[in-house]
């Protein structure tokens, strides 16, 4: 038994000297042999796990942003795009505005020039003052070029109105969108707060335009009238002489009119029976000049006035030049309601 033990302890100390890992007489007491531990057993690997099975993203997560993340980039796009509308809206305002005054400014001054040489008296037909005059009218066509400029320049600002109601609703109904973090609605009111103040802006500008536009139209409705006295005050010579009867309501009343719309109905429909006949006039002649008269049963022109502006405008929209249009109005006690006639010159 001693024997079969001894060659068990030689069997050890051999293997642990090949091993070299540790010197089997050190640190023991005589007679003792160290006892190497049993290597551990080799770990098998486990087998990877079988990947998940993760069901397809829905459509608002696809490409990693979601579905609330992108309406929140579209709708700062939308504001930022429209912040630049209105800021060229506003631009063109000032523009227009400022050039519309200087013009008004230089009109007036040239026609007031103009009377105070009629008021000391003149020269019948002075043609140093019909010149004038005919300066005076290119001025005045440059101020109606102005009420279509704020024409357009009001479609523009109602176009930009709508869009910002628009984007406003579309912010109000980004809340309700599924999924959103609190970052989203942050953003979300932001875009908000800056929608409101756009609204605001634009909704002033729509009314200052809306306003500038209808002033200038009534300027130079008036102004056309009182350039047509101005003519004859020149033809008499005289300011006090010059009134609006005569020669003109006779040469009015005997020439056959092209077309005639009777204003019984405030919006009765004539533009497609006018652009009818003014369109086989320019087909024959296309230099044509044109002459609006509103005409008035008696009393107050200013109904007259209206409709031949009125008139006058449809006519622009039908691509009839403003330097081959004029316009005029006179009394005709035989009516009894306005009425606009046009003729050929």
Same mark, same amino acid.
């Given at each position: @038994? ?7 302890? /030689?069997?050890?100390? *051999? ?9 089997? #007489?050190?640190?023991?007491? &005589?007679?003792?042999?160290? =006892? ?12 990877? &796990? ?21 309406? =929140?980039?579209?709708? !700062? ?9 209105? +800021? *060229? ?8 505005? #400022? *050039?519309?005054?200087?013009?008004? !400014? ?32 290119? @001025? ?43 970052? #989203?609605? $942050? ?10 103040? @756009? ?39 005289? /300011?006090? #002489? ?28 004539? $533009? ?25 049963? *008696?009393?107050? @022109? ?31 006690? +035989?009516?009894?309601?306005? $009425? ?6």
């Amino acid at each position: @038994m001693r024997k079969r033990t001894s060659a068990s302890a /030689l069997l050890l100390g *051999g293997l642990l000297g090949i091993s070299g890992c540790v010197n089997p #007489d050190a640190g023991l007491p &005589p007679g003792s042999t160290r =006892v190497a531990a049993p290597a551990a057993p080799a770990v098998r690997e486990a087998p990877a &796990p079988a990947a998940r099975q993760v069901a397809a993203a829905p459509a608002s997560r696809q490409g990693g942003e979601s579905f609330v993340v992108s309406k =929140v980039r579209q709708l !700062a796009g939308e504001a930022d795009a429209l912040a630049g509308v209105i +800021d *060229g809206l506003e631009k063109a305002h000032a523009g227009l505005r #400022d *050039g519309a005054r200087q013009r008004a !400014a230089s009109y007036h001054q040239r026609v007031g020039a103009i009377e105070a040489r009629l008021k000391i008296g003149t020269t019948r037909a002075n043609p140093r003052l019909r010149a004038e005059w005919n300066v005076a009218q290119s @001025m005045l066509a440059a101020l109606d070029r102005d009420v279509g400029a704020w024409d357009v320049l009001r479609t523009r600002a109602a176009e930009a109105d709508s869009r910002a109601a628009f984007l406003n609703d579309s912010v109000l109904n980004a809340f309700e969108l599924s999924g959103a973090v609190e970052e #989203d609605h $942050e953003a979300l009111h932001a875009i908000g707060d800056r929608t409101a103040h @756009m609204t605001v802006t634009v909704t002033r500008l729509l009314d200052e335009v809306s306003a500038a536009s209808e002033r200038q139209g009534r300027l130079v409705t008036a102004e056309r009238r009182e350039l047509a006295l101005l003519a004859e005050a020149i033809d008499a010579g005289s /300011l006090e #002489d010059g009134v609006a009867s005569g020669p003109y309501a006779a040469r009015a009343a005997e020439e056959r009119p092209l077309a005639v719309v009777r204003f019984d109905d405030p919006n009765v429909a004539f $533009e497609e029976a006018l652009s009818a006949a003014v369109q086989q006039v320019l087909d024959r002649r296309p230099g044509t000049t044109f002459e609006v008269v509103g005409v008035s049963p *008696g009393g107050s @022109m200013a109904a007259a006035a209206d409709y031949a502006d009125k008139v006058h405008r449809s006519l622009r929209r039908m691509g009839v030049a403003a330097s081959r249009l004029r316009i005029a109005t006179r009394a005709d006690s +035989d009516l009894n309601v306005e $009425e606009v006639r046009l003729y050929v010159r």
